[in-house]
């Protein structure tokens, strides 16, 4: 499930034990010893996430693209500390424990720090941060941006990558990212060129259409790709017997590609005299028991004489030797959940021509004519319906009405078909080539140093701290403003305050403060007792907060008045 309860790709990764090797390899001896977290240190490099990157449960696309990531970052190990900011303490333990198997030499010199999200102001205010990167930009990257502007002394670069963008309510989690104190060191980082686009007339339509002026600020938008690690692929001999084409991914015309134009395209070339015994196709990946488009299709394959296998959600070992006995690889996406295509580069990697569609991110990953076909498509100038009952309807419904009206082009795809099965030369030079380019470009030790590149790039674009340290997010409740009726009084500069039994006993040592778990993190209870002092006699409101301040100068106005409040609450204090 995405971040939304959404469906993603399911596509199968490299098991923990390859991690743990490669981390292990790269990182037990990094020449980097005795570091550790010191608050307000200045000289050390910081990076930071309010993700864990590893996650547990089902294996999807979006797991294993954001595991993988982490996996290279730590293996290039750019960064003195690395500091996750996680909501739970089963969440924090099991990440943990997770780094510290993977990346040994990073754990032993004290460079990971699993904390509590309620660190955040603390960690923001005293360490120097030089980015913070978010699996997903959907969720949280604009409102970490808010309390970066709030509590550090420099606004450094906040990123997040995108993963599916066609979601009914991706236009609200997308009005968040522009709001006044958005940023261009704020950037979201898509996939693809067309995913880049995408993002752009999402923010472009919505300040159109909320009245915003076309500059009004937003986030930068910039491309890297997923990468894979080519070196855990080996090419395979295809089979001698017949010409194997494989489709893997999904197998849900739904959510990610309607197979019947492959069935139609090879009926085509049976009927115009290709040997049905020549071709096999084999469909392999996730598919849902209860689906009847996996008999719908056997019976089509049949019908028209095609050997047919269907290779229902394999393990990582059945995968390998599906796509080393492929000779050509096909994939006709005409979904926009698609926005990238992980086994475009994986097919690659196996040394296999891809036939492609031409939509969405295979754009940038097919080579038209060197590393494969690119099949043209015809999409639509309105989607009104899906428009008007996406919000209203499952995912998978709307996916489908709007993958129903992108036409993949049969007839062309049959001549890609017969091209690609008719020599076996054209296909060893495509799939040589479409290796060679995934291990120069989409390595994903080139894709984390593309990362680098962007974190430094972004820091030289304009950022005033000062002037965006107040700058509120609309989307964030002022509960002040907003609730601030529910009580009697408000706390008031001409109340008179005088110490309360509590307070007397505490700061004659008789008496402490009782902070529940979390607390800690607002109340300074070693200040608590100088309040109680400074009240003993009679004092207005204003005059016990202008003295407080003055013992704790690192304290905010509103953390002061937080203390007085929860010493009145706790008989520290009492109104006269």
């Not at 009005?175 to 752009?200: E, F, K, M, N, Y």
């Not at 959940?337 to 196996?350: K, P, R, S, Y």
């Not at 030079?429 to 290796?435: L, S």
Request: charged share 25%; aromatic share 10%; net charge neutral.
């Amino acid at each position: 499930m995405g971040p939304n309860g959404h469906n993603q790709e399911q596509t199968p990764a490299t098991g923990t034990k390859f991690r743990r090797r490669l981390l292990h390899k790269t990182l037990t001896n990094t020449g980097k010893s005795g570091l550790t977290l010191n608050m307000g240190t200045r000289n050390k490099r910081f990076w930071g996430t309010l993700d864990p990157f590893y996650e547990a449960g089902g294996v999807l696309g979006r797991k294993v693209a954001n595991a993988r990531f982490m996996d290279f970052l730590l293996a290039a190990d750019p960064f003195d500390e690395y500091h996750f900011f996680l909501s739970s303490r089963k969440a924090r333990e099991s990440l943990h424990k997770t780094l510290t198997t993977l990346a040994p030499g990073i754990a032993a010199r004290g460079g990971f720090k699993v904390m509590d999200r309620r660190d955040l102001p603390r960690a923001l205010a005293g360490n120097n941060y030089h980015c913070f990167h978010q699996s997903d930009c959907i969720t949280c990257q604009p409102h970490l941006a808010r309390l970066r502007n709030a509590y550090s002394p420099t606004i450094f670069p906040i990123t997040g990558v995108t993963h599916s963008l066609s979601y009914a309510d991706y236009g609200r989690q997308f009005l968040q990212h522009l709001w006044p104190g958005a940023t261009p060191r704020d950037c979201i980082v898509s996939t693809s060129t067309a995913g880049v686009a995408a993002v752009g007339k999402f923010l472009d339509a919505l300040r159109r259409d909320y009245n915003l002026e076309p500059d009004f600020a937003g986030p930068s938008v910039r491309r890297i790709p997923l990468g894979i690690d080519p070196q855990t692929y080996t090419p395979g001999a295809g089979r001698r017997d017949v010409c194997n084409i494989l489709v893997f991914g999904r197998i849900a015309h739904y959510s990610k590609m309607d197979l019947l134009p492959l069935l139609r395209a090879l009926h085509q070339l049976f009927t115009d005299g290709m040997p049905p015994e020549e071709v096999r196709l084999t469909l392999a990946g996730w598919t849902d028991d209860e689906d009847d488009f996996t008999p719908t299709l056997r019976e089509l394959a049949e019908n028209i004489g095609l050997e047919l296998a269907i290779k229902a959600r394999p393990t990582e070992e059945e995968k390998t030797r599906i796509f080393r006995e492929a000779d050509i690889f096909v994939t006709i996406a005409d979904n926009p959940q698609e926005t990238f295509g992980i086994t475009v580069l994986e097919a690659a990697a196996f040394g296999l021509p891809c036939i492609a569609s031409d939509y969405d991110g295979y754009k940038d990953l097919v080579v038209d004519g060197k590393t494969g076909i690119r099949v043209p498509t015809i999409g639509a100038n309105s989607t009104r319906d899906a428009d008007l009952l996406a919000p209203l309807i499952f995912d998978n419904q709307y996916h489908l009405i709007l993958a129903q009206q992108t036409a993949v082009q049969v007839p062309t795809l049959a001549e890609a078909v017969r091209t690609l099965v008719e020599n076996p030369e054209l296909r060893r030079a495509m799939g040589a080539a479409a290796r060679e380019r995934v291990e120069r470009e989409f390595a994903w030790s080139a894709v984390i140093e593309q990362y680098l590149q962007l974190w430094d790039e972004l820091w030289k674009l304009p950022a005033d701290a000062q002037a965006l340290r107040n700058e509120r997010h609309p989307g964030h409740i002022a509960y002040s403003e907003i609730f601030g009726h529910y009580s009697t009084h408000n706390l008031a500069g001409d109340m008179v305050l005088k110490t309360g039994r509590t307070g007397e006993a505490m700061y004659r040592g008789k008496d402490f403060p009782l902070l529940y778990a979390g607390m800690e993190r607002i109340i300074e209870s070693e200040l608590l007792q100088k309040l109680a002092f400074l009240a003993r006699k009679p004092i207005d409101c204003d005059t016990l907060l202008r003295k407080f301040l003055a013992i704790a100068t690192h304290m905010s106005q509103d953390r002061a008045e937080y203390h007085v409040l929860w010493a009145l609450k706790h008989d520290i204090l009492e109104l006269q």
